[in-house]
């Protein structure tokens, strides 16, 4: 929840809302914690991770719902590569972030995680490097031109792609625009689920879950609050939506060459961790549904160290194949999407519980619309894009279900259970 969205959501999103941006954070994190109380009610009826897992949905929408989850690391993790590329070196960001996928993939094959002491030391970095961001933007030095980082990138000749000449949104300020910009900030709260996935080892899933999520939903917000508010008042919303590297170019208009240094190296830290962790889960998903037949069998092989290899390597030549080809920003929309629609599921899973309380079915009702809305007001290019990566997802995963089912396999579930497998 600390990485790549908070480095590079905002400009969009600025892009979109206009000086209205709080509002935007505000309602992303509304919709977050819709989202929290869902997953832990399906956590606890279902502890062996059915917070993330639609087992209550048809096959076929408990499929859409796992292509969706698919599509949403894939494309957040060409995200984190092209944020790290940008903030390490503007001039040259796509291939660096080449060489930062690559290295990732090889760690993910060697079976390399990030341990819990090492995520409390990334955390506490990067709520200081926040800390003197927003100090920064809560008093700016004053006018400034462009920062060192896009005035070297323009220099090399570098395409950037700027948030602003890429959305197609509503007039910023708009109704349309803050829906827009929660659904570009709301990328950054879908950490959120990391959660849930330790429902099955938990005594008391349904107050764990929703309490430890609601609590990071909430700090996260304050932050992101902060944060926004610093980079409106520092670099205003102008030049703000047109940065492709908000926080650098906000410590940049300052003269501390030293803290822009500092900046650039958690930015780095924050989105590497980010793209291990979403390849690795990535990876471990796709190999989850090769397993249950909903994706080619070879997907499911694994090395001496029992990590998926072959799903990694895939996973990590596409995330290099797309990272050429498009931009953080795109990939950040498309990402944002994708994970709104499988909430969506979510919450139509949560809806169809058995004995389920008026609390649940309100709340999910609400969080099913939210994270519609929130997708629908992406630019059409993003929800065309996502439309078409899943339903050609879906209907590879249902042509492979449905060509083992009729080989008989004994090792694949029962065609009830293939949409909980595949989510």
Not at 24 to 39: D, F, P, Q, T
Not at 365 to 394: H, R, Y
Request: aromatic share 4%; net charge positive.
């Amino acid at each position: 929840m600390l990485g790549t969205g908070l480095y590079a959501a905002f400009a969009p999103a600025a892009a979109a809302a206009g000086p209205w941006l709080p509002l935007a954070v505000l309602l992303a994190a509304v919709v977050a914690l819709c989202n929290v109380s869902s997953i832990a009610d399906l956590t606890a009826a279902r502890p062996g991770g059915g917070g993330l897992v639609p087992t209550d949905l048809p096959p076929a929408a408990g499929r859409l719902a796992g292509i969706a989850r698919l599509v949403a690391r894939g494309a957040a993790a060409v995200a984190a590569a092209g944020v790290f590329g940008a903030y390490v070196l503007p001039s040259q960001p796509v291939p660096v972030a080449i060489v930062a996928v690559l290295v990732v993939i090889g760690l993910n094959v060697a079976g390399v995680r990030i341990s819990v002491t090492a995520c409390r030391a990334l955390v506490a970095g990067a709520v200081v490097i926040l800390a003197l961001v927003t100090v920064v933007g809560a008093f700016p030095p004053g006018p400034a031109g462009p920062s060192a980082a896009l005035e070297s990138a323009a220099a090399a000749g570098a395409p950037a792609e700027l948030p602003a000449a890429t959305l197609q949104a509503a007039v910023p300020g708009s109704v349309f625009g803050v829906l827009t910009a929660a659904a570009f900030v709301f990328f950054a709260f879908a950490g959120t689920s990391r959660v849930a996935e330790l429902g099955g080892s938990l005594r008391d899933p349904l107050r764990t879950v929703r309490r430890a999520s609601t609590i990071a939903v909430l700090i996260a917000g304050v932050i992101f609050l902060a944060v926004s508010g610093a980079l409106l008042n520092g670099l205003g919303v102008d030049r703000l939506s047109t940065s492709p590297i908000p926080l650098a170019s906000l410590i940049d208009s300052g003269s501390s060459p030293a803290l822009g240094v500092l900046v650039r190296v958690g930015a780095a830290v924050a989105t590497g961790s980010a793209l291990l962790a979403v390849l690795s889960r990535g990876s471990e998903t796709a190999s989850r549904m090769a397993r249950d037949g909903d994706l080619p069998r070879l997907l499911a092989r694994t090395g001496s160290r029992g990590t998926p290899w072959v799903a990694d390597l895939a996973g990590g030549v596409l995330v290099v194949g797309v990272t050429v080809l498009v931009g953080p920003v795109t990939a950040l929309a498309i990402s944002a999407c994708a994970v709104l629609v499988h909430y969506a599921l979510l919450h139509g899973a949560a809806l169809r519980l058995r004995g389920r309380s008026r609390r649940t079915l309100v709340v999910a009702a609400a969080g099913g619309l939210l994270c519609l809305a929130l997708a629908l007001s992406l630019p059409t290019w993003a929800l065309s894009s996502t439309a078409v990566l899943l339903v050609g997802g879906w209907l590879l995963s249902t042509l492979l279900a449905r060509t083992a089912g009729a080989r008989g396999d004994d090792e694949l579930p029962r065609s009830g259970d293939t949409g909980e497998q595949a989510a």
